[in-house]
């Protein structure tokens, strides 16, 4: 157990909805990362917080955006969802004070679009 | 051009036996990291190990060690001593960027099957 949570665990919708995807962090790390898996794109990474402040963009739809909470959890929320946005939504966190920069993945949400 | 090259889509190796994961990256950025993620069947991303482009030695974690070959720009996981468990998708990962403002990058992964 990575000690990352994201919830919900699998989430079916249809097209043009919008879904939030939830990532609380393990304690004391203060960024958060988004990435998105897929079978035709691969791991790619979305998005980072860190305390609260976007710090780096990635490849992240203009349709998807995400934020960090005080209390450090983040969303991501994706609209006018397409079948092409089906895919396992990863969270990750990190300690940045760490030289290491590890980051802790959580379980994953995993995303079917209909 | 890619950012984090991994060429083989799949490997085997004997129970017991070492197996090395190629990896190679392309970067301009003279402060990055590099990453190694097992994923098994069940999805989950695990940590492996970890090497900044400053550290002078080879990381070591238990079983895991990278081979950082600097100049040639290449991180290969090395896994001794396979065990049955170490059957899953290895990705090699790229950090640029500063501790707070980073970008990531991921290769395509290379699935390994260990054989009893």
């Known amino acids: 157990d990575s000690g990352v949570t994201q919830t919900p665990k699998h989430l079916i919708t249809a097209t043009g909805q919008r879904v939030t995807l939830r990532c609380s962090p393990r304690s004391g790390d203060l960024s958060v990362y988004w990435y998105q898996q897929s079978l035709d794109q691969g791991l790619q990474f979305l998005i980072q917080y860190y305390n609260g402040e976007e710090r780096a963009k990635g490849n992240i739809l203009e349709r998807f955006s995400a934020q960090q909470f005080p209390d450090l959890h983040s969303e991501l929320n994706l609209s006018s969802l397409e079948l092409g946005d089906s895919a396992l939504y990863f969270c990750?966190?990190?300690?940045?004070?760490?030289?290491?920069?590890?980051?802790?993945f959580g379980p994953g949400t995993r995303l079917t679009v209909l | 051009a890619q950012k984090i090259t991994q060429t083989q889509p799949g490997m085997f190796v004997q129970e017991k036996e070492a197996v090395t994961l190629d990896c190679t990256y392309d970067?301009?950025?003279?402060?990055?990291?590099l990453f190694w993620y097992k994923q098994p069947s069940s999805g989950e991303m695990i940590f492996l190990i970890y090497q900044g482009s400053y550290d002078q030695q080879n990381a070591t974690e238990g079983r895991y060690s990278l081979n950082f070959q600097k100049a040639r720009k290449s991180a290969n996981l090395v896994i001794s001593a396979s065990q049955l468990g170490d059957s899953a998708m290895y990705f090699c990962?790229?950090?640029?960027?500063?501790?707070?403002?980073?970008?990531?990058?991921f290769g395509t992964g290379t699935s390994l099957t260990v054989i009893p």
């Open positions: 990962a790229m950090r640029e960027g500063s501790a707070t403002g980073n970008q990531f990058y």
């Open positions: 970067t301009s950025d003279p402060s990055y990291g």
């Open positions: 990750a966190s990190s300690v940045v004070s760490s030289p290491h920069y590890t980051q802790y």
